[in-house]
């Protein structure tokens, strides 16, 4: 049996990161381990959070915009992510970022507070019979590794995208009441100054 995480792998030496996904990217040449996607992402000392580019940077297509590593990068950096106040564009976090998402109660939370400011991390959706072979890869070269069962995750996002909708709802039903009453405050002025009018 298989299980699907997603997995945070953090290192102090963005180089090791690099290796250990060249490593990752064999080990599922050779069928030990299926990597979905993975990408490679730098916490500055500032707390911003950059998406390293390059093919060597990222496993799988389209991996920072699509499949689950992408909805999580999205989520972090694109409109609910912002809704949310996680971020903006391809810079996913920040020092007040963090402490919206240094909350380990919820996975996105969890993902996001391992990722120490000074650290490189390797974000990846991978399906493992065992977790020796990851874990072996990337311990050797001073990885620390973290997984969340893709399930946790996915109830997670659906749960955000809920409450962002849910968001959006009251936002238009408000803008909606606000306008009503902006016509309604109008109209009585109209009517009472017509009044007014007719009184002379």
Do not use: C
């Not at 590593?69 to 809704?83: E, F, N, T, Y």
């Amino acid at each position: 049996m298989t299980n699907q995480s997603v997995v945070v792998i953090t290192f102090t030496e963005s180089s090791k990161a690099y290796e250990v996904l060249s490593d990752l990217r064999q080990a599922s040449a050779e069928g030990r381990i299926d990597v979905v996607s993975a990408l490679i992402a730098e916490r500055e000392e500032d707390g911003h959070l950059h998406l390293a580019e390059g093919s060597d940077a990222t496993i799988g297509e389209g991996t920072a915009t699509g499949g689950l590593i992408g909805l999580i990068v999205g989520l972090l950096g694109g409109p609910l992510g912002m809704l949310l106040g996680w971020g903006a564009g391809s810079v996913i976090g920040s020092l007040r970022d963090i402490d919206h998402a240094d909350n380990r109660e919820t996975v996105l939370g969890d993902l996001s507070a391992r990722v120490a400011p000074g650290t490189t991390a390797i974000l990846a959706q991978v399906s493992e019979v065992t977790p020796e072979v990851l874990d072996n890869i990337s311990t050797k070269l001073g990885g620390t590794v973290a997984r969340r069962p893709v399930s946790e995750v996915l109830a997670e996002l659906e749960a955000a995208e809920a409450a962002a909708e849910a968001a959006d709802r009251e936002a238009r039903r408000t803008i909606r009441d606000k306008r009503r009453e902006e016509r309604k405050e109008a109209w009585d002025k109209r009517v009472a100054d017509l009044k007014e009018h007719f009184k002379r």
